[in-house]
Every structure is written in structure tokens, then in C-alpha cells.
């Protein structure tokens, strides 16, 4: 079988989406993915964290993934669900002119997602300051999806998410499913929560979509595989 490279574009300060990345697509043939880094140490609503998400510094990464002539190029980063899903339809747009190559991300994929699964009301679990979550319920409302409960951390630092507990992830997935949303969003990339989503899934009996798992789910799409070969992920790799 032709090989397959999946590109991925990757905050600088994460440590938890390429294990994991590597670890969905382990179980595939001929599947592999390639990492390119770009600076992101702080999520803030502020001015210089803004900045971090400017399109010429993920284009470049992006160009370096191209060398290695991947089938598909994926930002695993949610800065779009607070800065606008815009910002991450104009960064696709951008990649594909530059590169040749088919464009996705994280958020794209999880609004896919709510289309595919029927999604009508969801609940949010985040990392982030009250701010930026704020933003993100807002942006979601904007698109005719209600956000019915929500739990987030207050933190800002990028790499402190990363060391956040599978435990403290589940107890927050667990809190907000009491209010029967279609669906819970994990929405960092850099927060643990792909590993424990199918056993959360079976016991609340509500879809667990993680911003991870969508951006392979994502990519493996954009590259002409079906994301159905992943197995023991969670069930939005049900979904083709």
C-alpha cells in the first residue's frame, strides 16, 4: 500500500497532541505523522498572545511539512474557536495556495463534527481562562450551537495544560454531561483527554469529541483515508 505522511502543524509548547497523533495512526498501514512547530507558549485574549496565531508563521511550518511531501496538512490548535473560525478557513485557504497540499484543523474538524453527529446543544471542556472561554461559547452560539454547561481551568500558560490529570479531565467531562448536551468538546490540543474518551463515552453515553482525535480524524480524510480504521479512539472516527 502507498504510503500515507499526515502534516501536522504544532503549538511549540506542547507535549501531549504528537505522542497521541502517533499513537491513533500507529494501528494504520502505511500511515505516518510529521510534525512542524511554530511559537505558542501563552493563551490569552491579550494583544502579543494573538499575535502568536499571525498566518506567515504558520505558513512556514507548513511549507517544511510540504518538503516531506505529506498528503495532508492539519493545525492541531483550537486559537479559532475563540479568534473566529474565520481565522482558521483563511489559514486552510492560505496552506493549500502555498503548498499544494489539502488543509484542515482541529476546530474545522469538530464543526464537521457536530454536522456529522447532528449536533445541536453541547457542553465545553477547556484549559483556558474565563476570557477565552467566553469567546468560544460566544463564537459557537453565533453558529446556532448552544452551549448548555461548561468547565475550564483558568489557566494561560500552554504547557501547563499538558499537566493536567487524565482524573481532573474526566471530572470535568463527567460534570458537565449532567446537563444531557449531544456532545462534550474537549477543546486544547495539549490537554490529555483523546486516551480516556471511549470509556467516558460508554459510561455517560454522550459522544466525547477531542480537539486531538479531530485533527487526525481530520487529516486522515483530507489524505483520502477512512478515519473508520482507527480503532478504540472514541466514536468520531465512526463517522466518514
Known amino acids: 500500500m502507498k504510503r500515507t505522511f499526515l502534516g501536522v502543524l504544532t503549538p511549540s509548547s506542547n507535549t501531549v497532541l504528537e505522542p497521541l497523533t502517533s499513537a ?3 494501528g494504520l498501514e502505511s500511515v505516518s505523522a510529521h510534525f512542524a512547530r511554530f511559537p505558542v507558549t ?19 511550518a507548513a511549507e517544511l511539512l510540504a518538503d516531506a511531501r505529506v498528503d495532508a496538512i492539519v493545525w492541531s490548535g483550537t486559537a479559532a474557536s475563540w479568534l473566529g473560525f474565520g481565522q482558521d478557513e483563511q489559514l486552510c485557504r492560505a496552506i493549500e495556495e502555498r503548498t499544494g497540499v489539502r488543509a484542515g484543523s482541529s476546530v474545522l474538524a469538530v464543526n464537521a463534527l457536530f454536522a456529522a453527529a447532528a449536533v445541536g446543544r453541547f457542553a465545553l471542556v477547556t484549559p ?4 477565552v472561554q467566553d469567546a468560544i461559547i460566544a463564537n459557537y452560539a453565533a ?11 483558568g489557566e494561560t500558560c500552554n504547557f501547563a495544560f499538558s499537566e493536567v490529570s487524565e482524573q481532573t479531565i474526566a471530572e ?10 449531544d456532545a462534550v468538546v474537549i477543546m486544547c490540543t495539549n490537554m490529555r483527554g483523546a ?9 455517560l453515553q454522550i459522544p466525547v469529541f477531542d480537539s486531538t482525535s479531530a485533527a487526525v480524524w481530520s487529516g486522515l480524510k483530507l489524505a483520502g483515508r477512512d478515519p473508520r480504521e482507527v480503532k478504540g479512539w472514541g466514536r468520531m472516527f465512526d463517522y466518514a
Open 24 to 26: 491513533m495512526v500507529a
Open 42 to 60: 501563552e493563551i490569552s485574549r491579550g494583544t502579543a498572545s494573538n499575535a502568536q496565531f499571525e498566518i506567515g508563521k504558520q505558513l512556514a
Open 128 to 131: 483556558y481562562a474565563r476570557d
Open 143 to 153: 453558529s446556532g450551537f448552544p452551549c448548555v454547561a461548561e468547565r475550564h481551568l
Open 172 to 181: 470535568m467531562v463527567a460534570a458537565v454531561a449532567a446537563a444531557k448536551p
Open 195 to 203: 486516551r480516556i474518551a471511549p470509556e467516558l463515552e460508554q459510561r
